[in-house]
Each structure stands twice: as C-alpha cells, then as structure tokens.
C-alpha cells in the first residue's frame, strides 16, 4: 500500500529505458517507503539504479510502472513545491561566481528579494562551515569545501529532503571522513530527511537510519537494514561490533545480489 504520510513511498517501482541497443531495465519491483527524519543510504554496484531512483524521486526520469510519491504527491508535483534539495556527485559550481553567488543563484532564479537571498546564504553558509568563504571562487576552495558549497546550494530551498548523489565520492579519506561527521550534525540540527547514493559500506553504515542494498540486471532492493546504532556517532563507533554486524550484513546483502561469473564471461 502507497503511504501518503511518508516521504517517500515507492510501490513496486520499475523504470525500464529504452535504448537503440534494447530495452535497460533499471528498476525492478522496488518497495520502499521513507519516513520524515530518516537517513537512507542506497548502495550497490555500478549500474544497480541508484541514481535513476534518486532522478526519479526528483522527477528527472518517469517511472514506467508502480507508484512513486513525495510528501504524498506526485513527482511533478514534488518539484514544483521545491520539495527537495539535490546534491551532485560533482560540486558543478559556476566558476564564474562567488561562493555566495553560486549558493543565491537558485534562489535568484526563483525570485527571492535580495534581503532574502542574504540571509539565507548566510544561514545556509554557516551551517556548512564556510562562513568567511562568501567572496570566494570556486577554484580557491579544496574540493571538499566545493562540496560543502553544493550542500550549501541545495540546502538554500529549505527543502525537507535532501537527494545526494555520492557526493563525497571523489574526496580522500580523511576529508570524506570529516565531511560524514559534519553531514550528520547537520542532519541532526536541520531533522531533514536525507537520500544518499553510495559506494562504500564503511559511510552508508556511519550515516543512516536505513540501508537500502541494491544489485544491477535489473535494478532490485536485495536487503533493506535499519540500523540500530545511536543518532550520535562519534568516528571510533566504525570499531564497535554493532557497527561491524551491521557492516557484515550489508557485505552479505552486495554478494547475494552481486552475479561474479555473469561479469567475467
Ligand atoms: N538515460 C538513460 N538511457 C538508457 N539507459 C540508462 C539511462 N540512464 C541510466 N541508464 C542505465 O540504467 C542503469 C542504471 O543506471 P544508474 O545510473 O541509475 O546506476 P547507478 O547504480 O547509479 O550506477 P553508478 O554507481 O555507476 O552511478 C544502467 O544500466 C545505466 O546504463
């Protein structure tokens, strides 16, 4: 049954393209409802539909069969009452414009008065931690203060739900380290519902309230776990063996739905 008191309710969602070379299926069947407040991680190999999900919530893309709604409305609808947020895998910042600038655009575009458009790049920068940034260019920031400006751009909406696109992905380590334990005191001041699109098993399992594990041919939910760790969670909680159950779980879920000998024919 689609839940209309959810954020996100996906009723066997299926998605299929249709390409010069034949029909793509890339999702199949997905079951899933999001609750406001939640943090739901979505990993899975290359190819598994992750991305198309998150489109699709955006309505980027149409789903070809099932039922998919936002705060209880359709897509189109969802978009037009600026229901979310997007974060891309790549900051795509106009190199052209200030850090401010490029976090005001889209409120410009919408038609905010310019005493507005301030203070909300102002809230939204220091929420970040880029404050003193503002007349920067994008090229003068590392990139993971670049990302940090993305999330800023997308959180300027004060949308309820926040869709992010591996955003961390192309970042080392330590900076992608700092920037979970931001994104979760983030998430804990603002109470946003956040859709996370990852590869790594260590940061879906640091972030979320759910784990959604998807595999590829076609895009399926293989496992969907929700997490019992507390809301606050310091780095070191990686080492408990909670987390590491948790952690096993989501491995086991990726190598069920995971085909090796299909991939080295
Ligand atoms: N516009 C499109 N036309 C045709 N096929 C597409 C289109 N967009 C995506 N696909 C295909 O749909 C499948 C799912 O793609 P998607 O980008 O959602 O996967 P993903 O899990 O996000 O992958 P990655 O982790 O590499 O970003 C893939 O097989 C992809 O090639």
Aim: hydrophobic share 40%; proline share 5%; with cysteine.
């Amino acid at each position: 049954m689609i839940d209309l008191t959810a954020v996100v309710s996906a009723q066997n969602l299926g998605l299929t393209f249709k390409t010069n070379d034949g029909d793509v299926v890339a999702l199949s069947d997905v079951n899933l409802t999001i609750d406001k407040g939640e943090f739901v991680s979505f990993i899975g190999p290359s190819g598994c539909g992750k991305t198309t999900f998150l489109r699709t919530i955006a309505d980027l893309e149409q789903p070809t069969s099932g039922t998919l709604t936002i705060n209880g409305q359709s897509p189109e609808n969802a978009r037009k009452d600026r229901a979310y947020g997007y974060v891309f895998q790549a900051p795509a910042l106009y190199p052209w414009r200030t850090i401010e600038k490029n976090i005001a655009l889209p409120l410009e575009i919408m038609g905010h008065s310019k005493s507005q458009q301030a203070e909300r790049v102002k809230r939204t920068m220091d929420l970040v931690n880029l404050s003193g940034f503002e007349k920067k260019y994008p090229w003068q920031l590392s990139g993971g203060m670049q990302q940090r400006a993305s999330i800023a751009r997308a959180l300027a909406f004060d949308a309820d739900l926040l869709l992010m696109d591996e955003p961390f992905g192309a970042l080392d380590e330590i900076v992608r380290d700092h920037l979970n334990s931001e994104l979760l005191k983030l998430w804990d001041r603002t109470k946003k519902t956040i859709c996370f699109v990852t590869h790594s098993i260590p940061e879906a399992v640091f972030l979320s309230t759910k784990i959604v594990v998807m595999s590829p041919r076609p895009g399926r939910v293989t496992d969907i776990i929700e997490s019992n760790l507390p809301r606050e969670r310091p780095l070191d909680i990686r080492e408990t063996p909670e987390f590491l159950a948790i952690a096993a779980r989501v491995r086991d879920g990726l190598r069920a739905g995971h085909s090796y000998d299909e991939d080295h024919i």
